[in-house]
């Protein structure tokens, strides 16, 4: 249970986490892809009175723990497994669109941000861990 916390660079993951959240709130913006991504989806864009809280904070607890992950195969100097389980988690995503039925582009929009949050949370590690 130990190779889980340690030589793990707590800040790189909470960093990881912070920044891939503030990607997905740009990612799904009105400035990039949210307004088509949402009609691909089936949902109205609101305002930000209107905020899934809920899949806020359940976005934000998966990521800490992404970047977590991606900690412990730092870590270990295994980080080909993190990009491994995210492509696989990212594959079984995509399928999970295509039978709710999401547009293509917003599993390709859904896809492309958990390959950018993985991105941005191994460079984290290399910068701060």
């Given at each position: 249970m130990s190779e889980l916390t340690a030589n793990i660079s707590w800040l790189a993951v909470i960093a990881g986490a912070i920044l891939s959240f503030l990607a997905g709130w740009l990612w799904y913006s009105p400035m990039l892809f949210g307004p088509k991504w949402a009609e691909g989806v089936g949902v109205e864009m609101g305002t930000a009175s209107e905020m899934p809280v809920a899949a806020m904070v359940a976005q934000m607890v998966g990521?800490?723990?992404?970047?977590?992950?991606?900690?412990?195969?730092?870590?270990?100097?295994?980080?080909?497994t993190v990009i491994l389980a995210t492509?696989?988690?990212?594959?079984?995503a995509y399928s999970g669109g295509l039978f709710t039925k999401k547009s293509a582009y917003a599993r390709n929009v859904d896809a492309g941000y958990w390959i950018v949050?993985?991105?941005?949370m191994i460079a984290v590690q290399a910068l701060i861990g």
């Open positions: 990521l800490l723990l992404m970047s977590w992950f991606v900690g412990v195969t730092a870590a270990a100097g295994a980080l080909a492509l696989a988690f990212t594959a079984l949050a993985l991105v941005i």
